[in-house]
């Protein structure tokens, strides 16, 4: 299995709504990822998880909040989003300093 | 600041040419590098990397050539498909001793193959 699972595919959600993306794998990867990307632009990195710990924050807002709960899942909270939150939140996972293998993403509409 | 950045947004190839895309980076301190393709509406996917004491790597179809005097990177397409047809990121990962720093993305390289 050397697949990242993404889901919800896609989310329409208010801004005063809560709400989960998830993202599991199953190839023994310690090092996980959360990537957003807006259209016709690069993924920018928002957070890392080592070892089930938060090991960067890349100065993301608190309404985004993430959680490791083990080795294979990696779960983004929503919380009064806003619109500009709107995009494609990409999960990946690593072994350790090495190719990252992307999940397919949750495309995010926050109205 | 340090970045990695790409020439061209935008390349279009007949089908069955070569294609080269290219990708300047900043960071001197940067030790491995990916290529990914992203189409649309899926993930990026690894394509082929390198690390900084190599010059040349090829696989199936691609080479990915690094020329650390100038800092470039480039991405060859050897006989392009349709199915080449999407984005194309190089990714920088700095030494980090081993840690998990995630990777740095350029601008992307939008390359559509023409039948």
């Known amino acids: 299995d050397t697949e990242v699972t993404q889901t919800p595919k896609h989310l329409v959600m208010g801004m005063t709504n809560k709400k989960s993306l998830k993202c599991e794998q199953h190839?023994?990867?310690?090092?996980m990822y959360w990537y957003k990307q807006k259209a016709k632009k690069p993924p920018e990195l928002m957070f890392v998880y080592s070892y089930e710990k938060l090991s960067i924050n890349e100065s993301v807002p608190s309404r985004f909040s993430p959680e490791c709960p083990n080795s294979s899942l990696l779960n983004l909270h929503l919380h009064a989003l806003q619109p500009e939150d709107s995009a494609l939140y990409l999960c990946?996972?690593?072994?350790?300093?090495?190719?990252?293998?992307f999940g397919a993403g949750s495309r995010l509409t926050v109205l | 600041g340090e970045s990695v950045g790409l020439h061209l947004p935008t390349l279009s190839v007949q089908e069955g040419d070569n294609s080269i895309i290219n990708c300047a980076y900043s960071n001197s301190a940067s030790d491995y590098f990916i290529w990914y393709k992203q189409e649309s509406g899926k993930g990026p996917q690894f394509i082929i990397d390198i690390r900084s004491n190599m010059d040349k790597r090829q696989g199936q179809r691609v080479t990915v050539l690094l020329n650390k005097t100038v800092k470039h990177l480039s991405l060859q397409i050897a006989a392009t498909q349709p199915g080449d047809s999407a984005v194309y990121f190089c990714?920088?990962?700095?030494?980090?001793?081993?840690?998990?720093?995630?990777?740095?993305f350029g601008k992307g390289t939008h390359l559509i193959i023409q039948p």
């Open positions: 190839m023994g990867h310690r090092a």
């Open positions: 990714a920088e990962i700095p030494y980090s001793g081993g840690g998990a720093d995630g990777l740095t």
């Open positions: 990946a996972s690593a072994r350790g300093a090495n190719v990252l293998t």
